[in-house]
Every structure is written in C-alpha cells, then in structure tokens.
C-alpha cells in the first residue's frame, strides 16, 4: 500500500502561479508512475500530468500544456506540479496518484493509488 499525500493548493487569482507537492510513503515510489489529476465541481476527474520514474518521459493535458510542469525527486519521495498563468477553469480538487506506464497516455484506469486531493480555486 503506498500512502500520498498532497499539499500546497489554495486560492490564487487568474494568471497567478501555484506548486503543489505529492509525498509518498515508501521507496518503490520511485518505480511507479506518478501522475496529477483533477476534478472539478459537477465533472469527472481528469488527468492532467504524468511522469515516469525516471523523470524522462511525461505526459500532459492539451488544457495545461505550456502552462503546468511536473516533476519527481525520488530520493525525497515526492512529485510536484508547478502551475503557472493558472486560468478560472483549472479550479479543481487536484489528486496525487501512483500508477502504471499507460498513464503516460493519459490512462486514467492506469492508476493504483490515490490521494486524498488538494483544493485550487482560481478567482477571476
């Protein structure tokens, strides 16, 4: 079982920029896929980023392309996701989860592990 748990969102106004960070609880973190994904009120939840475990490969939402950038740190365990020129529409609870490579297509059946998700809101 690996445990994720998500910090870091909050409220910011449109074109402002946010991190979120993921930590996992074990070390074979570091072999998994990790992803961000969201769900906004009243929609089904959407991925939004993935990363291999080496870092090299990387899978984004056409929504957030040139916008979001995620990264991993696996001798910390954890993975991130920097937000810039965030817009109204991405306000969203954000998930953190841990998965298989089909997640790096955008998968989201690729994926064994969740958090319990972080609230953005994006004022306009």
């Known amino acids: 079982q690996v445990q994720l748990v998500e910090s870091g969102g909050g409220l910011v106004q449109a074109g402002g920029s946010l991190s979120l960070s993921c930590a996992a609880s074990?070390?074979?973190?570091?072999?998994?896929?990790m992803g961000w994904l969201r769900q906004a009120a009243g929609k089904e939840r959407e991925p939004v980023a993935a990363?291999?475990?080496?870092?090299?490969?990387?899978y984004y939402a056409d929504s957030v392309k040139g916008r979001f950038t995620i990264s991993r740190d696996n001798a910390k365990n954890t993975v991130y996701l920097q937000m810039n020129n965030l817009k109204p529409e991405d306000t969203a609870v954000y998930y953190c989860a841990a998965g298989g490579a089909p997640a790096l297509e955008g998968r989201l059946d690729a994926y064994d592990y969740w958090g319990q998700g972080t609230q953005v809101t994006v004022s306009s």
């Open positions: 990363i291999s475990w080496g870092g090299t490969r990387k």
């Open positions: 074990r070390p074979s973190f570091s072999s998994s896929v």
